[in-house]
């Protein structure tokens, strides 16, 4: 069963697949999409239909928003903090265990023990 409000985006586009941008960014689009189909083709043999599709669209996107290095890093200390959490996870350093759990507790401890003092002002009035 089709979806209706799908059906403008059937069959192949008339005007090609990065018309619709400028022609520095297409050509970069053009250039995401041709390495995409090569890792693909590398991968599959061959690249299905299904997956062109998504190709075209992140080729589009990478062209449009190109990533940066500040994007890298982000990634990469996110990759960085999952691996953390499975490491944890795999310590069974989870629930009362987990670090920043213990860290919370502490905190708390030392400031209503009055060893702690924050340097907010006066937040009375909040």
């Given at each position: 069963?089709?979806?209706?409000?799908?059906?403008?985006?059937?069959?192949?586009?008339?005007?090609?697949?990065?018309?619709?941008?400028?022609w520095?960014?297409?050509?970069?689009?053009?250039?995401?999409?041709?390495?995409?189909?090569?890792?693909?083709?590398?991968?599959?043999?061959?690249?299905?239909?299904?997956?062109?599709?998504?190709?075209?669209g992140?080729?589009?996107?990478?062209?449009?928003?190109?990533?940066?290095?500040?994007?890298?890093?982000?990634?990469?200390?996110?990759?960085?903090?999952?691996?953390?959490?499975?490491?944890?996870?795999?310590?069974?350093?989870?629930?009362?265990?987990?670090?920043?759990?213990?860290?919370?507790?502490l905190?708390?401890?030392?400031?209503?023990?009055?060893?702690?003092?924050?340097?907010?002002?006066?937040?009375?009035?909040?």
């Amino acid at each position: 069963m089709p979806i209706e409000g799908l059906k403008q985006f059937r069959g192949r586009n008339p005007h090609g697949y990065f018309e619709d941008l400028p022609w520095e960014v297409r050509a970069r689009a053009h250039d995401w999409l041709a390495r995409l189909m090569r890792k693909g083709n590398a991968e599959r043999g061959t690249v299905p239909p299904w997956l062109f599709g998504i190709y075209v669209g992140q080729a589009k996107r990478l062209a449009l928003n190109p990533p940066t290095s500040a994007w890298g890093r982000s990634m990469l200390a996110k990759r960085g903090g999952y691996a953390v959490q499975r490491k944890y996870k795999s310590e069974g350093r989870v629930g009362e265990k987990h670090p920043g759990r213990l860290a919370a507790k502490l905190r708390a401890k030392l400031q209503s023990s009055g060893a702690v003092r924050h340097s907010f002002g006066n937040l009375s009035g909040i």
